[in-house]
């Protein structure tokens, strides 16, 4: 059986492993990919020598579609495309930035293109650049959230209403219910990141894997609203901006505050103190490392199970 | 076909009326109940001898089950409830305060007890408590809101797993689709607020109706976060907190910024400048006042139209 999303990407399930920076490399997509999802290598953190050696890397252990995330926002854009292109991927998922720029550069050389939305009005700036897919992201999101702040129950709908396009939903979702329950606010499959943090095959320091079992609800909180907001596990660097932030501290200020690598210092080399730690709102369910094939079983599992039991228990009245 | 919820609070679909202050009337309350749902009157905004007055209102046009909400944290809490038995009222919502208080008083006198929360940490809390039903209440809604800020596709899973009494969920509702979603991620029925201040019999000023139709995606904010937070339509009251927020206004500020009065002159006196507007993110897919029982039907449609295509059309993989 397959869906819109399954057949555009030309994958078993409409499972989309999100890129994430310093935790998605060749391993975590590739891993992916053979378990019937859509493995994204995360180029945001990547410069482009790295990405080639993890896109070649990841076509030696999988046969199957991968992708690379590229954030918009970055200055290198248009080498990792060239690369991209040269190495053969077919799909690209863009975020941070205007879909009209690249989408149409990409299709041309063969390649499917999402884009990363977190609001209902850039659907339109979407299907004028013609992407082949549209990832909504809600305000529970560990990644680069919208001003908006809509959260996943309230965007998809309206993201829904406003285009024909497949539509993927991301943001607080984990679990094969969580993915039924998207499925059900008119998504056509789903993007997950934070589960795939705990994963054996992600590139994210065993310390950052750790603290991800250890958070819980509260744990997180959506930081840098005044730059890009990011949602960060709390600890004493966030404690640091959410003190600036408290006292009204300017954009120059917590530029500096932020300060160069910290993203890298705390999910890639583990500094849980004074790292940046981006993490989702769901993080608060997950509590245990697992192969990636394990987490694709179980979400796949529970997924069936929820519409069994939506079918024939519960749900009558 | 019943469920846990309609059984328990004997209505036909297991629907709540959200108990919203100068919005929930016994006028609203009542058609609520007589469309099928379970209505409730909002109590937070109401003087004591008022709440009497509006339950006998209600009682004399409706003879199907309907409720009150009380926040626990108002002065005349005690008074509310002693009428509330006096007038045989069989359903009780609270919030904002500790459910140990009055839920055993409350079950005593025959009365079912509802406690409302905003993060799974007090799902214990409830069950220490007894309360007969949790309703728990995402970030996306327009009600006192968590300082957690958990949205319900994050929050209802996680309050499923601590618990096996019957969940509302809350935050984020106004459709059948959205409700099926609800479901789907544990919940067993949906307390629906905003959508309601957008019906005829809703107590709401005429312009507050007219501004939540108008409302966009992005048009809320949650503010108050140093206080208690809630979530509001954009207007130069709300910019004017908004700005002390910024420059890191104290609690006493924002106290004396707030003044006295401000909801009832924004959502009863229809005050769409100075008003304090309270509304769930939900807002941004509400556009026509429509009959409550108009309003109950759509729900009840679309969610068996939901639930008829993800079994027979789109979610096989």
Redesign the interface.
């Known amino acids: 059986?397959?869906?819109r999303i399954?057949r555009l990407f030309n994958v078993?399930?409409?499972i989309i492993q999100g890129g994430m920076i310093w935790c998605s490399g060749w391993e975590l997509a590739s891993a992916v990919s053979n378990a019937g999802g859509l493995g994204l290598i995360g180029a945001g953190s990547m410069y482009p020598d790295v990405l080639r050696e993890h896109i070649q890397k990841a076509k030696k252990v999988t046969n199957k579609p991968f992708g690379v995330n590229i954030p918009l926002i970055y200055p290198d854009t248009e080498k990792l495309i060239e690369i991209i292109i040269e190495e053969g991927v077919k799909v690209v998922f863009t975020s941070a930035g205007n879909p009209k720029k690249w989408t149409k550069y990409l299709q041309d050389n063969g390649i499917k293109v999402a884009h990363v939305i977190a609001?209902?009005?850039l659907v339109a700036k979407c299907e004028e650049a013609g992407v082949d897919a549209i990832v909504a992201e809600?305000?529970?999101a560990g990644g680069h959230n919208?001003?908006?702040?809509?959260?996943?129950?309230?965007?998809i709908?309206?993201v829904r209403?406003f285009t024909v396009l497949p539509v993927i939903a991301a943001?607080?979702?984990a679990?094969g219910?969580?993915m039924?329950?998207?499925?059900?606010?008119?998504a056509?499959g789903v993007q997950i990141g934070s589960r795939f943090v705990a994963s054996e095959e992600a590139s994210a320091h065993i310390n950052f894997k750790n603290e991800v079992l250890k958070t819980q609800?509260?744990g997180t909180?959506?930081m840098f609203k005044k730059l890009i907001p990011v949602r960060l596990i709390k600890n004493e660097f966030q404690q640091k901006v959410k003190d600036a932030e408290?006292?009204?501290a300017t954009k120059e200020e917590l530029t500096e505050i932020l300060g160069k690598a910290r993203a890298k210092l705390g999910m890639f080399e583990g500094d849980l103190v004074e790292g940046e730690l981006e993490i989702?709102?769901?993080v608060?369910?997950i509590n245990e490392i697992k192969p990636v094939s394990h987490i694709i079983s179980d979400i796949v599992l529970e997924y069936k199970v929820?519409?069994e039991q939506?079918?024939h228990v519960?749900?009558?009245?």
Chains 1, 2 share one sequence.
Do not use: C, H, W
């Open positions: 059986m397959t869906n399954s078993q399930y409409p609001n209902s009005k809600g305000f529970e919208g001003f908006e702040e809509t959260t996943t129950m309230t965007l709908p309206k209403e943001g607080g979702i679990t219910r969580q039924l329950s998207a499925m059900v606010l008119g056509d609800e509260g909180d959506l408290n006292r009204g989702g709102q769901v608060s369910i929820a519409k939506m079918v519960k749900y009558e009245f």
